[in-house]
């Protein structure tokens, strides 16, 4: 446990912080998940889910969530494996 006064303010902030960024995190696999099972069973939600997804990693990048960079690189591979999907489902 933290001895001064600052210390403990610190934790408090991280453990905060944390839960956010956890939030944040879990919600873009959730949806990196929902528009993949879309995108195979051809569902008209996809396109949506698809918007949302790349919405939610531009805004993870931009408030420090995620790196810029990761953020692209996740965008990248995921918009490659729904094309891939949708290729093969075809």
Known sequence: MPQLKNAEKALRQSIKRRTRN???SNN???LIKMAKQQATAK????QETVKNTIRALD???QK???????ASRQKSRFLKAIKGL???AK
Not at 43 to 46: I, L, Q, S, Y
Not at 64 to 70: M, V
């Open 86 to 88: 949708q290729g093969s």
């Open 28 to 30: 873009i696999a959730y």
């Open 64 to 70: 420090g969530i995620l790196k810029l960079n990761t």
């Open 59 to 61: 805004k993870a990048a």
């Open 43 to 46: 569902d008209a939600k996809a």
């Open 22 to 24: 956890l939030a944040v």
